[in-house]
Every structure is written in structure tokens, then in C-alpha cells.
């Protein structure tokens, strides 16, 4: 593009000219001419520095339903205004999900449902472009307010866009200082909203991801098998957050002896390749079991040979076990490489941890290293739980704490039924997760009862 010659000495001329007239005025009116200009260039910094704060804040989380309500928070502070709301649009254009700053959003939703998008709301929806009103009670298109709600007079609204498709909208109502909405604040209000659009996008994409993950996870691990007369039940929790692709995983079969093998492991790392990892170290330990047999000490050495073929050896910790007997009475033995030990829950609520003093350190470190088998007989009625650390570790607590607080909570599930009982040892937790947590829980039974 040519550049006019012109323009230089006409904008020259211009600035010329103002300084000659802020010179001709008295000093009074001079200084407080410059003085409102300072405050106008420091109000923009001090509102472009929230904007960016805003940003940040909304880009600080994964999880969608947060990131929302980070928006609608961020949204009134920014203005700000006392009441600010987020309505979410299903595929047919209603309203369907409402986060709110300034009013009680269940307190609404009682009293008179959802909004329904109609009046202001619904022009704003069909407009798809951002909506000022100095006077909500006087336009148009007011339909008022649904009883409990609080009535509001000014409105500043924008739609919330993500790959040109209308999201929601973000509307805010009465600024703090009582004047109406701005074009500056509808400038703000817009770029913040077009900031939200990616933020709520990354969001949806790593809960996407996340589902997919663990999705993968869970059909890595087996299906347990019939196992009558002993009763059997798992549960895996991925970590509450990414990556969710773990290595933790249990198992059980029935060997052609008629013992059943069971096994709790984690493989070392939290990565793409721990999850195949896990499944071959599984594999690998279910044909080892199967095929070869022996008492687990020496199932857990051939697998730690098996393991070295690998030019890097992966590593895990597991307790590989198998439960015998029958009518005579079970028998519980096994092999602890690197592991927390079994839990040992009696009928009665009495708990233990089968913890010998031999403890082996996790395999695919060094082949050589001797495996040791230790035996627990398994009284009638009584339930065995192997499981992984993530059901007991914490970053605030030590692990012993975690380890006391299981048994406490297993003992009071001392007869529920197996799956209940795993589903509750889960939930106890609050269902947040430092790391994978994967269970087995087999249960003995009380022939003495059924006799």
C-alpha cells in the first residue's frame, strides 16, 4: 500500500495545533485535561491486566464445569456487575445448564426451572451477537422475571462460540457503580468470551481424552471368571487426573489343579506404554501359572527371567497367590514382589495384613534375586483384598495412615457383599486419586453356615 506524504505533516499539524490550544488555557485546566488522560490510560492497563488474569484463570483447569464457572466468575469481576450467569444450549437451542454468580442458581431452578430462553434471552440466542440493554423493564422484548428471581435493570450479553457454533452465552446484569453497560465493557466481556471458547474446548477435548483413556484401561483387564465355591469381585479407578492410562491391573484363573491364581500388580510409569506393558507382564504370568504351575515363589522367578529378554526390563510390583483347598478348610499362598501386602478381613470385622518379614523387591530388576512363598490358611467366611497403592497413598498423609484407615473401613464391610464391598472401599476416598487403584477381593466360604 502507498503511503501519502500528506499524512504525516496533517497528523504533525494536528498535534501542533492541541498543544498550542492546551497552551492558550490556564494551568488548572491543563493539568486536569492530563490528569484525566493518565487515569483514562490507567484505567485501559489496569482492565487489560484483569482481562489477561481472567484468561489465565479460566486456562488453569481441565474440567469443564469448572472452567464454566471460572467464566461466569470472571466475567462479573471484570466488569464488574452483580449478578453474571452462563447458560448452556442443547442441540435444539434451549437453555439446558445455567452457572450463575450473584443469585442462587438451585434456588431458581426450584422455584421456576431453568430459563427458557425467551424474550431478551431468546434474541440474543437467535441474534448470535452481543446485547446491550440500558433498561430491561422498558425494551421490547422483556417478558420480566420469573417469581424469586431478582430483578435487574441494565443487561450486557455475548454468545460464547466455539468452531462457529453458539455454545451458550454469557450475560451479566447491573454494574456495581449503577451505570449502564459500556462499550468497553462489551468489548471486554467479548474478548473474554472468545478466550473461553478455546478454554472450554481444551476442556472438552482432555475429558474427551480422559474417557478414551480409561476407556482402553478398563479392556485391558480380564473379566473374572466363576470361581464357585469362592466368590470373587474387582474394581479399577483411573487417577483423577491425566494421564489416565496406568499400569495397575489384578487377575484371577482357574488352574487345571483346581487352585486359583490370583494376582495384583502396577507397572512402573504413567505413560502411553504402561498400559501394554501391564497387559503383556499379565500375560505373560497368566501362561507361566497355567501352563508350568508351581508355588508361586517360583512363578514370580520365571516371570522375572521372562522379563529380562526386554532390552529395557519393564518394572512392577505385584503379589502373585493361589488360594487351595476345599471343604477341609483354604489355604492362601504367595509371593510379594515389592507390593503392599494383602488384607486378610475375617468374618467377624478382625483384620490383618499378611506381611512376613521376607519381602521381595518388584520384578524386572534383577533375576537373581530369590523369591520367597509364604502360606496363611484362610478361615471359613473370611475375604482376602489384594489391591494397589493408590487405594492408600496420599500426598499428605504417610502410607501407614492410609493402610490403618483401609482396614478400619474393610472391617465394617466384613460380610457385605464383594462388590458392594469394593465399590465402597472406592468411594470411601471421595473419589479423588493420586494414582490408579486397582482391587481383587476374594471371599472364602462359611461352610459351617451353610452346613
Known sequence: MAIDPERPNEAAARAAAALEEIGRRSDEESFEELNSQIQQLTLGQRQLRRLLDAVVAISADMDTRVVLQHIVEAAADLVPARYGALGLLGDSG????LITVGVDDEKIRVASGLPQGHGLLRRLIADRKPLRVDDIAADPSSVGFPPGHPVMTTLLGVPLMIRDAVYGNIYLADKHDGTPFSDDDEALLTALASAASVSIENARLYERLQRAAEHFQRRLLPTLPDLSPLAVAGAYQP??????????????????????????????GHDVETAPLMS??????????????GPPGVLVSRLDHALSMFDDPPTATLVCGLIEGGRGGYTFRWSNAGHLPPLLIGADGDTGYLAPAQHGIPVGFDPSFPRFTHEHPL????TLLLFTDGLVERRDRDIDTGLTSLAGHAARLATAPLPRLCADLVAGHDQAFDDDVALLALRVPDWLSSA
Open 280 to 293: 503383556q507382564i499379565r500375560n505373560m504370568l497368566r501362561a507361566l501359572a497355567y501352563d508350568r504351575g
Open 239 to 268: 487417577a483423577s487426573d491425566l494421564p489416565r492410562l496406568g499400569g495397575d491391573w489384578y487377575d484371577a484363573v482357574l488352574l487345571p489343579d483346581g487352585a486359583t491364581c490370583v494376582v495384583i500388580g502396577d507397572v512402573t
Open 379 to 382: 478361615p471359613p467366611g473370611s
Open 94 to 97: 434451549d437453555i439446558v445448564d
